[in-house]
Every structure is written in C-alpha cells, then in structure tokens.
C-alpha cells in the first residue's frame, strides 16, 4: 500500500469510519448528538460544536492547499464558530465536516507519494507528510475531549 493510501486511511479511520486506534470515531461519537448538547458549554471547556468547527476549520484549510490555493486559515479564527441555534444548523455543521473530510481524503489519495515530502506551502511549516500526521494527531486529540464531554453531558 502506497505511503498517501496509508495517510488517507488513518485519516478516514479517525474522521468517518474507524475503530482501530479509539474504538470509535468524529462521525460515531457526534452522530447522535442533538445540537442543545452540542452547544452546552461545561465549566471552562470548549463545546462539542466548537470542537467539531474546529476540526472542520483546519480541514478545509488545508483542502484549500490541496486544491492548488493557498494557505488561509489562521489560528486566531479556529474556533469563530458561527451561533448555532437548531438542529439544521448542528447538522449542516456535520455535513460539512463529512464532506470535507471525504474531499481530504480523496485528494490525498490522489497525490504522488513523492508530494509527501515537498514542503507545505512554507517552509516553516514543515512538509506535506507532517502537516497530514499533525491533522490525523489533531483529529485524535479532540476527538478523545468530544469523547470525555459528551459522556458528562449524559451523566448530567
């Protein structure tokens, strides 16, 4: 298997459809999430709405780049989660995070392994390779804080 083909995968298992890593995954873990959960905040952490903007955010940035744009995301705007209050808000949140992440991973599998190595947009920020390591790592690190919210939700 080919070293984007291996990426793609570990990205599809963390985003839409594995289990290997965590047992569960985004589209698990948010799929049965009414959007009052989503947007209840608990003592100082993010929400599960915020989290899931969040993720979204950086994908669809680095899409863009993948895309042949450029790199247009900024920190400061990761979490500017526009005000949601409805489920169709909340689900069209989710739609877009599901198609982003399905375009994610189709381009990656569609790039040279070759590409894996080039640098990403600057230098400073590395290479293709660890900026796709970083966002599968990132995806995991707020996909076990969505985990541990929405299990205090439920104890509430």
Partial sequence: MSSVSQLSKRFREVLLDGLWIANTNFKDQLSDITWEQAVTKIDSLNTIAMLTFHIDYYIAGIVNVFEGGDLEIKDKFSFDLPLIESQEQWKN?????????????????????????????DEK???????????????????????????????R
């Fill in 93 to 121: 949140l989710l739609h877009k995070l599901w198609m982003d992440s399905e375009k994610f991973a189709a381009l990656l599998e569609q790039m040279p392994d070759a590409k894996l190595d080039e640098v990403f947009v």
């Fill in 125 to 155: 920020y590395g290479t293709y390779r660890r900026n796709i390591d970083g966002m599968i790592e990132h995806s995991y690190y707020h996909l076990g804080q969505i985990t541990l919210i929405k299990k205090l939700l439920k104890s």
